[in-house]
């Protein structure tokens, strides 16, 4: 790929599908990723953890990019999976683009299916497994906190019950925000596929459990 298309070409692409997105996947929620992702390149590169690896850029930064394009469709309705609709689109706006290489297409297609929370693709690529760990730090410390009560917001959803405690409630997603908290953030750290992922998770992962805990006390009045 590196005789197609720049990655501002890619960008400016994958901006034209998040008109209207709820914040909660905006095109902000993309730019995060994708810096977090080099971020995370850049780690494994460097050999900060584990010996270094070799990582493809062009795949990840172009699977960063379009890896949510299809989040609109499926928030309106309009598809079940935005991570199957949107490999496919993203072969088709590469292609577009005047990517031609059957190999990095079908890479960045794995790595588009790989990154949702929710499905059952496990990523199979060190490439998918550095956008799946960046998708999941969004949705974890200072930034994540704010996705949740965004998320919140839009549906009317209760931030907290004294009333249902986290252990009494068997809803998947928890049935207030405060809930969500400790049925789905705080396990993401548990979800990292890389030694640099795992490592700004458990930075993360502290910022949010101090915050619960300060959360939980002003709600009873104690701080």
């Given at each position: 790929?590196?005789?197609?298309?720049?990655?501002?070409?890619?960008?400016?692409?994958?901006?034209?599908?998040?008109?209207?997105?709820?914040?909660?996947?905006?095109?902000?929620?993309?730019?995060?990723?994708?810096?977090?992702?080099?971020?995370?390149?850049?780690a494994v590169e460097a050999?900060?953890?584990?010996?270094?690896?070799?990582?493809?850029?062009?795949?990840?930064?172009?699977?960063?990019?379009?890896?949510?394009?299809?989040?609109?469709?499926?928030?309106?309705?309009?598809?079940?999976?935005?991570?199957?609709?949107?490999?496919?689109?993203?072969?088709?706006?590469?292609?577009?683009?005047?990517?031609?290489?059957?190999?990095?297409?079908?890479?960045?297609?794995?790595c588009i299916r790989a990154?949702?929370?929710?499905?059952?693709?496990?990523?199979?690529?060190?490439?998918?497994?550095?956008?799946?760990?960046?998708?999941?730090?969004?949705?974890?410390?200072?930034?994540?906190?704010?996705?949740?009560?965004?998320?919140?917001?839009?549906?009317?959803?209760?931030?907290?019950?004294?009333?249902?405690?986290?252990?009494?409630?068997?809803?998947?997603?928890?049935?207030?925000?405060?809930?969500?908290?400790?049925?789905?953030?705080?396990?993401?750290?548990?979800?990292?596929?890389?030694?640099?992922?795992?490592?700004?998770?458990?930075?993360?992962?502290?910022?949010?459990?101090?915050?619960?805990?300060?959360?939980?006390?002003?709600?009873?009045?104690?701080?």
């Amino acid at each position: 790929m590196r005789d197609g298309p720049n990655e501002s070409a890619i960008r400016d692409r994958a901006r034209s599908y998040f008109d209207g997105v709820s914040p909660c996947h905006d095109f902000q929620h993309v730019r995060r990723v994708v810096a977090t992702a080099k971020r995370l390149a850049d780690a494994v590169e460097a050999g900060e953890h584990d010996p270094p690896r070799d990582v493809n850029r062009d795949v990840l930064v172009a699977a960063g990019w379009l890896h949510d394009v299809g989040r609109g469709r499926e928030d309106r309705g309009e598809i079940d999976d935005h991570a199957a609709w949107g490999a496919s689109e993203a072969r088709d706006v590469l292609r577009d683009l005047g990517v031609d290489d059957d190999a990095v297409l079908d890479a960045v297609d794995h790595c588009i299916r790989a990154h949702r929370f929710s499905n059952d693709v496990d990523p199979e690529t060190l490439e998918a497994e550095l956008l799946s760990d960046a998708d999941n730090l969004d949705a974890t410390g200072a930034v994540g906190i704010a996705r949740v009560f965004a998320y919140a917001g839009e549906h009317d959803d209760t931030l907290y019950d004294p009333d249902l405690p986290p252990s009494e409630d068997d809803t998947p997603a928890g049935e207030t925000s405060f809930n969500h908290f400790h049925g789905k953030i705080l396990h993401l750290e548990d979800r990292m596929h890389t030694d640099a992922g795992r490592a700004l998770a458990a930075d993360r992962h502290a910022f949010v459990e101090s915050f619960l805990e300060r959360f939980e006390r002003e709600a009873h009045g104690d701080a």
